[in-house]
C-alpha cells in the first residue's frame, strides 16, 4: 500500500459554533479488500437537525467494502453503520458500552438488524498492515487506525483532535508513532511529516 490508498471521502457537514465543518470518512484501499473508517451519515433526527443543522451527502459513501471501523460511536461517524448489516464493524468495547448510555448517540443507528460488531480490548490487527490504537480522550472507546505503507505510517485518527490547532496536545500518543501521514475527520488536508 501507499500514501495514497488511504483518502477522505467528503460524507457531511455540520455546524459548530456558527461554523460549518466538514465530516469525512477514510477509505483503505487494502490488498484484501476496502476497509472504510467511519460511516459518515444517511439520514438525520429533528433534534441533529435543530442543533448541528447537518448537509449529507450518503451517495458518496463506498458500498464495496470488506470490513468497517468505527473511530466511535457518535452520530456522524457511525449514522452509515445500517448500510454495512452483515460486515464486521470493528469498535472497542468500551465505546460501545459507552454508546449504551442515554443521549450518547442515535442508539438505533448503533444497534440495527444484521449489525455484526467485533469488540476489541485495546491494540489489535485488523488486516494485514492495518491495526487500530485505543486514544480515548474524546470518547472513552475512541480508537485510531494504524496503516503501514511503503511510504510510512497513515494514521486515521478520528476524532482525536476536531482541528490540527489542537493535535499536539491531544494526539501525543499518535506522535509518537512518528508518522508520514495523519488523517483527522474534520479536516480536509492530512498532516505530513
Do not use: K
Amino acid at each position: 500500500m501507499r500514501l495514497a490508498d488511504v483518502r477522505p471521502v467528503h460524507v457531511a457537514d455540520v455546524v459548530v459554533e456558527g461554523e460549518p465543518w466538514p465530516g469525512h470518512l477514510h477509505v483503505i484501499e487494502h490488498p484484501d479488500g476496502r476497509i472504510l473508517v467511519d460511516t459518515g451519515m444517511i439520514d438525520s433526527t429533528p433534534e441533529l437537525d435543530e442543533e448541528w443543522r447537518p448537509r449529507i451527502y450518503p451517495e458518496r459513501i463506498p458500498r464495496d467494502v470488506s470490513l468497517v471501523v468505527n473511530t466511535h460511536l457518535h452520530f456522524d461517524h457511525c449514522g452509515g453503520n445500517r448500510l454495512f448489516a452483515g460486515l464486521p464493524i470493528y469498535v472497542q468495547r468500551a465505546e460501545r458500552e459507552a454508546a449504551r448510555e442515554p443521549g450518547y448517540t442515535i442508539p438505533e443507528w448503533v444497534e440495527f438488524h444484521g449489525a455484526r460488531y467485533v469488540e476489541l480490548d485495546g491494540e489489535a490487527g485488523i488486516a494485514p498492515g492495518v491495526r487500530v490504537l485505543p486514544t480515548p480522550g474524546h470518547t472513552p472507546g475512541h480508537q485510531s487506525v494504524l496503516v503501514e505503507t511503503e511510504d510510512g505510517l497513515v494514521v486515521v485518527a478520528g476524532d482525536v483532535a476536531y482541528r490540527w490547532g489542537d493535535f499536539d496536545v491531544a494526539g501525543g500518543a499518535i506522535l509518537d508513532l512518528e508518522p508520514r501521514r495523519i488523517w483527522l475527520a474534520h479536516e480536509t488536508e492530512p498532516r505530513d511529516a
